[in-house]
C-alpha cells in the first residue's frame, strides 16, 4: 500500500531533508522535495501528493501561507514540523487545516506513526462507507443509526454530545482546537465557549469513558484542544 502514497516534503534545512527523504523512500513511500514555499506550492499543483510535511519557517514565505494555499484546493493531510514550539502557533496551523503539528528535533519513529494516522485519513476520505459503523475497544457507534454502546450496553447522548462524539471520531487522530470544535458545533457566531464546551466534554467523557480520569478516547491536548484516540 505504501507504494502509492507519495509524500511532499516541504524543508529548508538541507540535513533534515536528506534523513526524512532517506527515512522515508526506505519505508516505501514516493517522495517529493521542496525547499521554499513557492516550490512546494508548484509541484503540489504539479504532483498531486496524497501527504505534506511542512516546515513553516521558509527562505521566502511562512509555512502557515503554504497551508492557506493548499486548503483552498484540497484536503489532503498536512503535517506540521516545525521548530515553533509555542502553542499560539500550533493553534494556527491546525485552524488554518493542518492534520497535526510535530516540533523539532523528532524521531523518525514518531513522524511515521503520524504518517500512518494521515494514510488512515486518506482511506476515510476514499470510502466514507468505513465510518458508517466505528468500534474501539469497548465503545461502538453506530452513525447509521446513532446509536453509541459502551461495553455492549446502548448509552443515551444529547443531541449536542452525540454531534460533538460524532466530529471527535471523524477526525480521529487529529487535534481539534476549541475554535475548530466551537465552530464545528455551534457554528460562527453562536454563543459556545470554551467553558461550556470543557463542560458538554465533561458530561460526554462520564458517559463513555470507564475512567474520566485517566481517559482511553479523548485525550485533552493542553491549551489547544482535543484528539481522539485513533486506535
Ligand atoms: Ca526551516
Known sequence: MEDNITILIVEDD?????????????????????????EAISLFYANNPD?????????????ME?????????NAPIIVVSAREEESEKIKALDLGADDYMTKPFHMGELLARIRVAQRKLNNIANPANSEIYTCDYLAVDHTKGLVFVDDEEVHLTPME????????????????????LNQIWGYGETGDAKSLRVFMASL???????????????TQVGIGYRFVDR
Not at 452525540?162 to 475548530?180: A, D, F
Request: charge should be positive.
Open 14 to 38: 538541507k540535513y533534515i531533508m536528506s534523513f526524512t527523504t532517506i527515512y522515508l523512500k526506505d519505508e516505501g513511500y514516493k517522495t517529493i522535495s521542496a525547499v521554499t514555499g513557492k
Open 162 to 181: 452525540y454531534k460533538l462524539l460524532r466530529l471527535l471520531i471523524i477526525n480521529r487522530g487529529k487535534v481539534l482546537t476549541h475554535n475548530y470544535i
Open 66 to 74: 503554504v497551508i492557506r494555499q493548499i486548503r483552498e484546493k484540497c
Open 51 to 63: 501527504i505534506i510535511l511542512l516546515d513553516l519557517g521558509l527562505p521566502d514565505m511562512d509555512g
Open 205 to 219: 467523557r462520564r458517559k463513555i469513558e470507564r475512567d474520566t480520569a485517566n481517559p482511553r478516547f479523548i485525550l
